[in-house]
Each structure stands twice: as C-alpha cells, then as structure tokens.
C-alpha cells in the first residue's frame, strides 16, 4: 500500500525557507505515472493547493504562490520536496503531500487524490 509521509521543521521563522519532504512508500509500477502535489491548509481556513509535480518533471504552481514556491524530486530517494521562500506568519498552516492518478490543477478535495499524506504542521513564528 502507497503511504506519503511528510517531514520538515516545525517552526521556521519569518523571512527564512521552508523546505519540507514528502517520501513515499509502497510505491508500485502505476504511480510512475503520478502527478505528486503539496496543499497546506491555515488554521481556521479551508485548503489551498500549492503546486503539483508530474512524473515528467513538469510542475504547476498555485498563481499567488508561484513566486515563492518550488517543487522538486528525487526518484532514486521516492521523495519529492516542497520549498516555500520569504515565509510570514501567513504560511502557518498543516502542510500535505498527495498523489493523484491525473493532473488537476488547484485539487483541494482529498476525493480527486488517490493518496494523502497524514500532514506536518508548520509555524513560521519568531
């Protein structure tokens, strides 16, 4: 069974980056050809897709984060990375990974994901 699971710091301090890991086991041929994505959710608020990276490499990236954000991977690792610049408080939220068979962009149901990390929360605070 595929498992995502995030890990990162859990307070990072305003204007500093955030780097966070989604790893991933369980891993079979099918999700060679997944589309792997990061959406955080605020406290008190809904959640927000921030970007996806397919199984090409190609990324897709929330437009009001997309000057900020940056989505890698590693496949020899089964990780794929999450890096957020110039964080404020505003960036504090429950972070996720997910994976989704095809590419919807701006997916925030967990419906339309085939797997969804358990979430790390992140506090940019001083």
């Known amino acids: 069974q595929v498992q995502l699971q995030e890990s990162g710091p859990g307070l990072v301090k305003p204007s500093q980056t955030l780097f966070l890991t989604c790893t991933v086991s369980?891993?079979?041929?099918?999700?060679?050809?997944?589309?792997w994505a990061w959406i955080r959710q605020p406290p008190g608020k809904g959640l927000e897709w921030m970007g996806t990276i397919s199984y090409t490499g190609s990324t897709y990236y929330n437009p009001s984060l997309k000057s900020r954000t940056s989505i890698h991977r590693d496949t020899a690792k089964n990780q794929f990375t999450l890096q957020l610049l110039s964080v404020t408080p505003e960036d504090t939220a429950v972070y996720y990974c997910a994976a989704s068979k095809t590419l919807i962009l701006g997916a925030t149901d967990k419906n339309q994901y085939e797997y969804w990390g358990q979430g790390t929360q992140v506090t940019a605070s001083s």
């Open positions: 369980g891993a079979s041929g099918p999700t060679a050809f997944y589309y």
